[in-house]
């Protein structure tokens, strides 16, 4: 299985400003995602980072907001823009690896 | 799209009794399956899966079975011990690789001793 990083585990961000998560992976992987895990709720998927191409976002979630960059395959970052205090949530990277999906140990956003 | 329903949302056992999770999903081309324990403060981890083309797959406690036909599949944790407590998910894919995974509300367990 893949070891995933995440800098920063946690923050306490003030409304309108932005927070760049980061995600390291121990190995190159094909497929890295970005989920949002609200309080107490489930996971979402918010975009499917591509190597080398823009990012794939799901229904509900622009590019404006989560912008995301993919520099190589063992890296990535989740930017969250403009924050209010409807972005706090945990925000988890996830890769694939022999056929199975492995998630980070996810950045836990506090907007203020 | 598909839709993943999971119950109970929680769950209360005694230490040693069987634990099972329920989940229905409702996209027939589904076909990969997987199980994640999510501990307070951790990201999900991943403990068991199973794909289309099994009926059933054991990892020592812990055991997923699969109804295509019904769309439903279940997780059952014998021997439940104190360290299961956690929030469990199940979800679903189309991919045989996992991606693009559509997730259930999740199932507090807690096994108290």
């Known amino acids: 299985s893949a070891v995933i990083s995440q800098k920063p585990s946690r923050d306490i961000c003030q409304r309108g400003t932005s927070l760049t998560i980061q995600c390291q992976v121990d190995?190159?992987?094909?497929?890295m995602f970005w989920y949002r895990q609200q309080p107490g709720q489930s996971l979402t998927l918010i975009a499917t980072?591509?190597?080398?191409?823009?990012?794939?976002?799901e229904s509900g979630f622009v590019i404006d907001k989560f912008p995301i960059s993919r520099p190589n395959l063992t890296f990535s970052t989740l930017t969250v823009s403009n924050m209010s205090p409807e972005d706090s949530s945990i925000y988890l990277c996830?890769?694939?690896?022999?056929?199975?999906?492995?998630f980070g140990p996810g950045t836990r956003l506090t907007v203020t | 799209g598909e839709n993943v329903e999971q119950h109970p949302s929680t769950l209360s056992v005694q230490e040693g009794d069987s634990a099972v999770i329920k989940c229905t999903y409702s996209?027939?081309?589904?076909?990969?399956f997987p199980w994640y324990k999510q501990e307070l403060g951790k990201g999900p981890q991943l403990i068991i899966d199973?794909?289309?083309?099994?009926g059933e797959k054991k990892d020592q406690r812990i055991a997923v079975t699969l109804n295509k036909t019904a769309k439903h599949f279940s997780l059952h944790i014998t021997e439940t011990q104190p360290e299961d407590s956690a929030v469990y998910f199940c979800?679903?894919?189309?991919?045989?690789?996992?991606?693009?995974?559509?997730f259930g509300k999740g199932t507090t367990l807690s096994v108290s001793s």
């Open positions: 979800a679903a894919s189309r991919n045989q690789a996992g991606t693009a995974l559509i």
């Open positions: 190995s190159q992987v094909t497929m």
């Open positions: 996830s890769v694939v690896g022999g056929g199975e999906q492995y």
């Open positions: 199973i794909r289309s083309n099994v």
């Open positions: 996209d027939s081309a589904s076909n990969y």
């Open positions: 980072a591509n190597q080398g191409s823009e990012a794939t976002y």
